[in-house]
């Protein structure tokens, strides 16, 4: 086959997931809920990007906060170590590591990182100790649960097993600075925070630690909040506040109390005179230890739990020029609603633990024992990210919002993007509550009488309604989102809830977009590309053919004939006339005369988003929109021509999001040339989320391997050194368009669903005899599994339910 590159064993494998080695710098795994920020764990087991604070927060590192291990064997001299391995090379830093990073402490000689969503576990190694050491960290995600997958915190496990003859006495201590009211870093790079920071060492019998909040910042501020690390280990030492000294003073006491015998005073004192030329930190830092012993060959576990609580955030996208004077007003994170401080949220977990625990391995079992290829659930899962990253939080009511995606501080693109969203498919999947409060928001608030839809919203803040061209593209994506979030939950009542705005949106097309009423769209389109597309072309077709085909069933179902007939007859003239005037031999194509007339057109060029909408027909199970054939031949050329096998040669002035020697599929090619003086913004492009979507539908179409070849090459870039692995980014870092990836199981499994009717089925592309997959509707998740004798074709199946209810669902 063309341009497959893997062989079949390569692509069909189902393999552990992917593990990185400490130099493998940069993969870093979230852990958080969604809606609350989250702290990353980089590959050395250090914990690094603490995006806590209602922003993006790549880079920012707290204060002496790590956790290390003192350990000694009967008869011997303690051996004390961070609990990272060794900092890799580059060193430079022009005045040295800053002492608050504590980088000349010794560390483990190396470590590897695995990590399967949410679960991730780093093992170490270091000859110089006697003991087995691993870590495992994760945050509960209970799909269909939001509110127990949105608990600002996260575990923390390490697994110690003693591997000597000896008995050996072991502490694991837990360093945290108090970060309320953090404000970046001074000039020699030392963490700042607003000053009245209190540290408090509480015991509640089966559970204890550390409390941090601030005296001096009020309940409405945006900096209020408090942190908190906990154990529920009866046997606990700590240090509440390390020593308040100058320079490094604090450090060097709480590094020699620990050293001497693993157990930390309380309370430490300093008696002695300093230097005139001093410098006062005002960061108080805590820790709290577990203490234990290990008898030859026992293992035991040392764990911890970290959580923070910042509930304000400004009402409205932007903070930059936020003051406490400002008419900016202040909004609630929707978990202040469920917790009152970070202590708070400690007790919850260790109270449900063992319940949040068990779900949330059962989400993981179901997930990662499949079999599909183990870069295909790399891909699923590790986009899962995006909705619990800063790109995504949750506003007091309940709402969801979103950036496109984030930059190191701040979010990108405001306004839960219609035509970004359009190529989502995970939430809806895992979190169809969330999803159903972006409908709201699109059709009874954001679209008007007359139809037209802002594709980025600010009235949600109470702000003027966004001012610009109506997004076809994205306007047309929220009817068929609407009537995928219909048929997987079997909603009737957010169908009517928001069916009169959505009829309009949908009507709002035929004059707005429609310029001489033959049901090809061919006005000024404004789309995802940030331009707008003149005449006939085939991408905002199908998406509208998609709408109108899914509008004429919620139309039928609610008694609207008007709009049916209209819409039935408006898909069968529309469907076949851009079919005839598009259709090019082996692709479709833009139809305008003259190609230069407008800047960023592509004419004659092979778009790979030129058959979207009929992707997004076959994911909410509508079926074919244009002649199959065409379909099958087109969906082949896009790989044919756009997936390159190595970019060292390809020319691109553009963002640059894959190069050199690594393989991808470019937004937009003219393979028989007509190549505009200055064609679409991005055409040189390659973005994870069309990658995505154009291997589901090369699935769907039965090119399984050339979709699977696509999924690889996104997959092998992303590869821990070159990039982030939970990490992929288009505009900004953890950018939406990614959760398109949750369309990849979708095709592979033949996955349909209809819960108004009761029904789901399964018709599995790979793997067929022996096959396994998760699953979830709007009502339950869980796994399915069939076995097909490969002499008879017949089918033995099963389906199991991990969470919630599929009472009356016929399953075929």
Same mark, same amino acid.
């Given at each position: ?305 970290? =959580? ?14 936020? $003051? ?151 306007? *047309? ?62 991408? =905002? ?114 963002? =640059? ?97 209809? *819960? ?12 067929? $005899? ?43």
């Amino acid at each position: 086959m063309e341009k497959l590159l893997y062989t079949k064993k390569q692509l069909y494998i189902s393999s552990k997931q992917k593990s990185y080695r400490g130099d493998a710098k940069e993969a870093a795994f979230l852990l958080g809920g969604i809606g609350t920020g989250n702290v990353s764990i980089g590959a050395r087991g250090e914990f690094r990007d603490w995006e806590i604070f209602n922003n993006p927060g790549k880079g920012i590192y707290l204060a002496y906060s790590f956790f290390a291990i003192w350990v000694k064997p009967e008869g011997s001299n303690p051996i004390i170590k961070v609990l990272e391995s060794k900092i890799k090379p580059p060193y430079s830093q022009a005045l040295g590591f800053n002492p608050q990073r504590v980088a000349g402490l010794p560390r483990l000689e190396s470590s590897t990182m695995r990590g399967e969503y949410p679960f991730v576990w780093i093992d170490f190694e270091d000859r110089e100790l006697p003991l087995e050491i691993s870590l495992e960290a994760f945050n509960p995600f209970i799909p269909h649960n939001a509110d127990e997958s949105g608990i600002p915190g996260a575990i923390i496990r390490y697994k110690v097993k003693n591997t000597s003859n000896k008995i050996v006495r072991v502490t694991i201590v837990g360093s945290l600075s108090n970060a309320i009211g953090f404000e970046g870093y001074d000039r020699l790079n030392n963490m700042k925070v607003i000053s009245g920071g209190v540290n408090e060492y509480r015991d509640n019998k089966d559970l204890r630690g550390l409390f941090f909040y601030s005296s001096k910042i009020p309940k409405r501020n945006l900096k209020y909040g408090s942190m908190a690390l906990m154990t529920r280990a009866n046997n606990v030492t700590a240090k509440k506040c390390w020593l308040e000294g100058n320079w490094i003073d604090g450090m060097t006491d709480f590094w020699a109390d620990f050293c001497e015998d693993g157990i930390l005073e309380m309370e430490s004192k300093l008696n002695s005179v300093g230097s005139r030329i001093s410098h006062k930190t005002q960061v108080k830092v805590g820790s709290l230890g577990i203490l234990d012993t290990l008898y030859p060959s026992e293992e035991k576990v040392f764990e911890f739990i970290l =959580t923070w609580y910042f509930p304000n955030r400004v009402k409205g996208w932007d903070d930059e020029n936020y $003051n406490d004077t400002d008419k900016y007003k202040i909004e609630k994170n929707y978990y202040s609603t469920l917790f009152d401080n970070a202590y708070d949220v400690g007790k919850y977990i260790k109270n449900n633990m063992l319940r949040l625990e068990k779900i949330s391995r059962d989400f993981h079992y179901a997930l990662f024992n499949t079999t599909m290829p183990s870069y295909v659930i790399e891909a699923i899962a590790n986009n899962i990210t995006v909705i619990r990253s800063p790109t995504c939080f949750r506003i007091k009511d309940g709402t969801f919002l979103s950036w496109e995606g984030c930059r190191e501080t701040k979010g990108m693109c405001f306004g839960n993007c219609t035509h970004v969203w359009n190529y989502a498919q995970t939430l809806a999947f895992l979190f169809p509550e969330l999803e159903h409060t972006m409908r709201i928001i699109e059709f009874n608030l954001e679209t008007d009488d007359e139809g037209k839809m802002a594709f980025r919203s600010q009235q949600v803040f109470g702000r003027d309604k966004w001012e610009m061209l109506p997004a076809v593209d994205g306007q *047309m994506g929220t009817i068929i989102r609407l009537y995928r979030d219909w048929k997987l939950s079997g909603d009737d009542e957010l169908l009517k809830k928001v069916w009169d705005k959505a009829s309009k949106a949908l009507n709002f097309a035929f004059d707005y977009w429609d310029t001489d009423g033959d049901c090809v769209l061919d006005g000024q389109q404004h789309t995802t590309y940030d331009i707008e597309f003149y005449g006939p072309n085939p991408l =905002t077709n199908t998406l509208f053919f998609t709408a109108l085909k899914a509008g004429i069933e919620m139309a039928n179902y609610l008694g609207d004939e008007d709009n049916a007939n209209k819409y039935t007859d408006a898909l069968e003239k529309g469907s076949q006339k851009m079919d005839e005037i598009l259709w090019e031999k082996e692709y479709y194509v833009q139809k305008i005369e003259d190609i230069n007339k407008y800047q960023y057109q592509y004419g004659q060029g092979c778009l790979s988003d030129q058959l979207f909408g009929q992707l997004l027909a076959h994911v909410i199970c509508l079926g074919y929109i244009l002649p199959e054939k065409h379909v099958k031949e087109a969906i082949r050329s896009i790989f044919k021509y756009n997936f390159q096998l190595n970019l060292e040669k390809v020319q691109n002035v553009q963002r =640059t999001y894959a190069l050199n020697d690594e393989k991808g599929l470019i937004l937009c090619t003219w393979p028989k040339g007509g190549k505009p003086k200055f064609p679409f913004i991005y055409c040189d492009e390659i973005w994870t989320g069309i990658e995505y979507q154009v291997a589901s539908h090369l699935i769907y179409e039965g090119f399984i391997e050339e979709g699977l070849t696509l999924v690889k090459a996104v997959r092998d870039r992303y590869d821990g050194y070159r990039r982030n692995p939970w990490n992929e980014a288009e505009c900004g870092y953890h950018y939406v368009r990614t959760l398109a990836s949750w369309s990849v199981l979708l095709a592979l499994s033949g996955f349909k669903y209809d *819960m108004v009717k009761g029904n789901i089925s399964f018709s599995p592309k790979i793997n067929q $005899n022996n096959f396994s997959t998760f699953w979830s509707t709007g009502k339950a998740w869980g796994m399915y599994s069939e076995k097909r004798d490969p002499k008879t074709g017949e089918r033995k199946w099963n389906i199991e339910v991990y969470y919630g209810d599929l009472e009356k669902v016929k399953i075929n």
